[in-house]
């Protein structure tokens, strides 16, 4: 048997027994050429070579290498298998190599081989079991993909219809919008909830504790009421409210009080004044209308019934007819000074909000209704509007109307196939099928179309239309032309021709202006049903406008209620929050009384405790003091043979300073853990008792308390830097072991005490930690009784501080606004009286200072006037003055005299006569000039006409022309040979003649040298006439009556 393999992406390996018929050579003209040299004419026989992968030689078995003696003998012998296994697998790597690049070429080619010789992509596959194997594979990930994406979709579709069980099922109004047609302006609804039947109980059960309580209250006022009941009114309003305060929100004064005579009066102005304003703004309507009339202008009734309608509204908002219905239910803001006051309003509150928003919600529905009528008008027109452009055969797009998505409230349930980006993968399954039913209703509508006897019998009858003549428009109807009339001239045609061809013509025209009054009329009925779209479109628009309008109206009134519920809300939790805030500072009090007790205790029972670890403290500072000493050292050494020398160098290592960047000593490490500790442990009585025993040891775990375990023991070891080196000489071991000793009993004593004096120094620490907690309890202690204090005033105060809610109009604010919100709390209310006074001697004041400078202008006009006379006299007097110099210094001429006569009339009347003539002569210059040119620019236009007329025809004959030569030229390649002379082009080929060509070019060069001479001379005739004309215009420069005519002469700057 066999087995292949790709070994690779694109290679072919092949096993084999030996002594089968497979053989496969090897193939080494890939080391001795080029590599597309490898592969011409081999075949795949060139390609093979036999292997044995059971020659125990060839590929031996790995053994582990021998030890001892053997491992020498068993590496090279690995090494030489090694090396001949490496070049077996180098020349197995190369036929492989070759092999893929043989295939890779195949493929190539086949990728390039005509559609018929195209072999499959599968047919190159040469490992089956591969390929199956990763199919196999693949179709797993595949299910587990698909399961997992199916799980999935499940689970979303659970969430989605829980989430469409617990919020949109329960919507009683589900929100969406109204757009525009034309802006993007949009108005969406108020989404409403279910109301269930607890809450609609609870709303009922209010309203009649409320009914009852307003009975009550009516009881008190009555004059028959016990006097000792009338006193158990919680406020009067006329005490501080004058019942003009309009700005109060959902406040009624009640029937017999002073301020509802007030409101009364106050409301009945308000209303006086609206209907005033409404009459007059009816009134101008009117006189615009009739204006309107008397000019010709006539408007739509459902146009006029609208703005009947805005004008009779006068500004108001439909929102105003619910108050009346819910306000006899309401508290008055001033009798809101109890929670259960509060909470009872609160409720009212939210019904009346939600009666605002089911209001607004049937407005919204009625302009939804008229919007969908309106689109169906538009629609209806805008498809008579596309038939008359299709009639006219006018290509143009005709925007139709529809309502948008956020119009519908289901949308967001509903997927279209635009929202998905991605393309939808269908199954082989789901392919299969549909390409069946396409297949099916396919075949079933050929079969259809084969068996429609109406559809043939309208084809064959009528030619597939059931438009008779008379059905036809003008712009449907076709004239039928006979060939004739094309190819015979009308100076050739018969008598006969020549009759019908008049007849065709004359039928030709009146088609022809049938055709252009019936695109008139098309025209007409186009521009009035664009202009009815225009108008329909207007209508919706000014409809969503007042919807617009009135959904800020309602926004206004419940956001205003739910403000006002947030507003008692607050006032509710605040009250709750002042109950908890003064029991938790009584809590509070008492907790810190009793710290300050134990604060106390701790101070007298630690500075005890402080006293006697400082008795300690210094027994352990006398010991480390004996032990430090040089005579406790030579006292040590006094049995032993050594000399003084050496004691003393030993002495001096004694004392030598422990340096402590080389070792680390006892008291590194745990230094502030024992620090720590003492603190703790001297409270509860545990200090050392003996001097020798390490602190540690005796204080054992300092947070003993938490749970952990001290220590059984701890045998503390100083680490010393005195190295066996450093010996002197002339000491033996014995003597410098000893000094170890003495000396690490010195260094143990030296950590002692400084871990003493610091538990001293955390000791005196902790002592004035516990006197200063001592300090701050007792002024906690008095914080807290100041604070208790101080709330319990505020809630004192605070019982009849009632939150009110002002309407205020934008410009009657003077608080600084921020950015965000802005803060009242500092701000007041101004009455309207003190304004206006405040006003009027404004006023005052001003129109006085106005009086006193106006006599204060008045007054320095006249010094101005005065000096201004003044000085206008002196220039006077100086002009007056130079003017005798002048008549004195004048000379007096012939001229002069004659001027002093009387003479110089008639001289200026021959001057003026004179200029009269000159401008006569002028204006008829000008005018003949002006004909001149009129019928100069009337020839010409005529000769354009006459031009353009004459293209026409000659652009039609060349048209005409054409055809015939495309007709004869096609009737005589057919009768005529194949071959022929030379040929030339146009619309199409007509044999050459040289005569006829070289006449025809000497004629065209003779016309357009006449031509050229044609313009030369009226180009020459144009000079020559304005060269006349200059000459006229010389010549009359030379006249001394016209000298003077076209002189710039200055104007005289005093004439007046």
């Given at each position: ?438 297949a099916k209703e396919e075949e079933r509508l050929r079969q259809l179309r084969e068996n429609d006897a109406g559809q043939r019998a309208l084809v064959q009858m009528m030619g597939g239309t059931l438009k008779t003549k008379k059905d036809l428009t003008p712009l449907e109807i076709v004239l039928d032309k006979e060939a004739w009339m094309d190819e015979i001239p009308e100076d050739d045609m018969t008598e006969l021709q020549k009759a019908a061809f008049t007849e065709y ?14 695109k008139k009329q098309l025209s007409a009925e186009l521009k009035s049903l664009r202009a009815g779209v225009q108008e329909l479109t207007l209508q919706f628009e000014g409809l969503l406008k007042r919807l617009h309008h009135e959904r800020f109206a309602h926004d206004a009134k419940f956001l205003c209620q739910e403000l006002y519920c947030a507003r008692l809300q607050l006032a509710l939790l605040q009250n709750v929050e002042d109950n908890l805030v003064r029991e938790q500072a009584e809590l509070d009090l008492d907790g810190s ?464």
């Open positions: 048997f066999h087995r292949c393999s790709t070994g690779g992406a694109d290679g072919i390996l092949v096993w084999s027994e030996p002594g089968s018929d497979i053989t496969v050579a090897p193939d080494d003209t890939h080391l001795k050429g080029h590599e597309d040299e490898a592969f011409g004419d081999e075949t795949a026989a060139q390609f093979a070579f036999e292997l044995d992968d059971t020659d125990l030689n060839a590929f031996p078995t790995w053994v582990p290498p021998a030890a001892g003696a053997d491992a020498t003998k068993g590496e090279d012998e690995e090494v030489e298998l090694s090396e001949e296994a490496a070049a077996k697998r180098k020349l197995m790597t190369h036929e492989i190599e070759a092999l893929r690049k043989k295939l890779r070429i195949l493929v190539d080619h086949n990728s390039n081989a005509p559609d018929l010789e195209k072999l499959d992509r599968s047919e190159f596959c040469v490992d089956f079991e591969e390929r199956d194997a990763i199919g196999a594979k693949s179709k797993e990930r595949c299910d587990a993909l698909r399961a997992e994406i199916e799980h999935q979709n499940v689970a979303r579709q659970l969430i989605r219809d829980r989430l469409i069980k617990e919020f949109w099922d329960p919507m009683r109004g589900k929100g969406c919008q109204i757009t525009s047609l034309t802006s993007t302006l949009a108005v969406s609804n108020y989404p409403e909830r279910t109301v269930s039947e607890e809450e609609s109980t609870i709303t009922r059960k209010l309203r009649m504790l409320r009914k009852s309580e307003q009975l009550e209250f009516q009881m008190l006022k009555d004059p028959s009421c016990p006097t000792e009941l009338k006193k158990d009114m919680v406020l009067d309003v006329d005490h501080f409210a004058s019942g003009k305060e309009q700005y109060v929100v959902n406040w009624w004064p009640g029937a017999h009080s002073k301020a509802s005579a007030a409101r009364a009066k106050q409301l009945a102005d308000a209303d006086a004044e609206v209907k005033r304003i409404a009459a007059e703004k009816k009134a101008k309507e009117d006189a615009e209308k009739q204006k309107e009339k008397d000019k010709g202008g006539k408007e739509k009734d459902k146009g006029e019934e609208i703005g009947v309608k805005m004008v009779e509204d006068g500004g108001g908002t439909s929102a105003d007819s619910i108050v009346a219905e819910e306000q006899k239910y309401l508290y008055e803001p001033f009798e809101l000074v109890t929670n259960s006051r509060r909470r009872l309003q609160i409720h009212l509150l939210q019904s009346l909000s939600a009666d605002y928003r089911m209001h607004f919600n049937e407005l919204f529905k009625a302009c939804q209704g008229d919007k969908r009528n309106i689109i169906d008008g538009i629609k209806e027109k805008c498809s008579r509007i596309r038939q008359i452009l299709g009639e006219l055969q006018i290509e143009e797009e005709v925007p139709e109307p529809k309502l948008q998505e956020v119009e519908d409230c289901d949308s967001v349930l509903k997927v279209q196939d635009h929202e998905i980006a991605v393309e939808k993968w269908i199954s082989p399954e789901e392919r299969k099928a549909r390409d069946e039913a396409a013509q004359a039928k030709e025209k009146a088609l022809a202006e049938a055709q252009d009054a019936y009384k009793g710290k300050v007790m134990g604060c106390e205790q701790r101070v007298n029972d630690f500075t005890a405790e402080v006293q006697r670890v400082r008795g300690d403290q210094d027994d352990r500072a006398r010991y480390e003091k004996e032990v430090s000493s040089a005579q406790h050292f030579r006292q040590a050494f006094a049995n032993s043979t050594l000399e003084p020398n050496a004691i003393t160098a030993l002495l001096q290592l004694f004392r030598k300073k422990k340096e402590l960047g080389k070792g680390k000593s006892f008291g590194d490490e745990p230094m502030m853990t024992a620090t720590r500790s003492t603190a703790r442990k001297s409270v509860s009585g545990i200090l050392p008792t003996k001097i020798c025993k390490p602190l540690d040891v005796v204080l054992g775990d300092p947070y003993i308390d938490l749970g952990a375990e001290p220590p059984e023991s701890f045998d503390p070891q100083v680490e010393d830097d005195i190295k066996p080196e450093d010996c002197p000489e002339g000491v033996d071991e014995e003597s410098f072991k000893r000094m170890h000793e003495l000396r690490a009993e010195k260094l143990r004593a030296e950590v002692e005490v400084a871990k003493g004096a610091m538990v001293l120094s955390e000791m005196g620490g902790f002592l004035s930690h516990l006197e200063r907690e001592c300090a701050e309890a007792k002024g906690d202690r008095d914080r807290l009784e100041r604070e208790l204090r101080e709330h319990k005033e505020l809630m004192n105060r605070e019982l009849y501080d009632i939150e009110i809610l002002f309407k205020l109009k934008q410009g009657q604010v003077e608080v600084p606004q921020a950015a965000v919100v802005t803060d009242y709390s500092d701000a007041i209310v101004i009455d309207q009286e003190v304004v206006e006074s405040r006003n009027r001697r404004i006023t005052d004041l001003g129109k006085d200072k106005v009086h006193i400078l106006t006599k204060i202008k008045e007054f320095r006009k006249s010094l101005s006037l005065l000096d201004w006379e003044h000085e206008m006299l002196a220039l006077q007097t100086s002009d007056l003055e130079e003017r005798t110099k002048d008549v004195h210094m004048l000379r007096v001429t012939k001229d002069l005299q004659s001027l002093l006569k009387g003479g110089e009339e008639g001289r200026n009347k021959a001057e003026s006569d004179l200029l009269e003539r000159k401008i006569e002569h002028l204006s008829e210059a000008t005018e003949k000039k002006e004909q001149a040119l009129k019928k100069q620019h009337s020839m010409v236009s005529h000769a354009a006409k006459l031009r353009k007329n004459e293209n026409t025809m000659l652009e039609k004959k060349l048209r005409e022309l054409q055809q015939n030569v495309i007709q004869r030229e096609h009737i005589r390649r057919l009768r005529g040979p194949a071959g022929g002379g030379q040929k030339t082009g146009g619309g199409g080929r007509v044999e050459e003649d040289e005569g006829a060509a070289k006449a025809a070019r000497a004629a065209f060069k003779e016309l357009r040298s006449r031509q050229r001479l044609m313009e030369a001379a009226k180009k020459n005739t144009e000079e020559i006439e304005i060269l006349h004309k200059e000459l006229d215009r010389l010549r009359q420069r030379t006249f001394p009556s016209f000298v003077q005519l076209h002189e710039d002469r200055p104007s005289n700057p005093d004439f007046r």
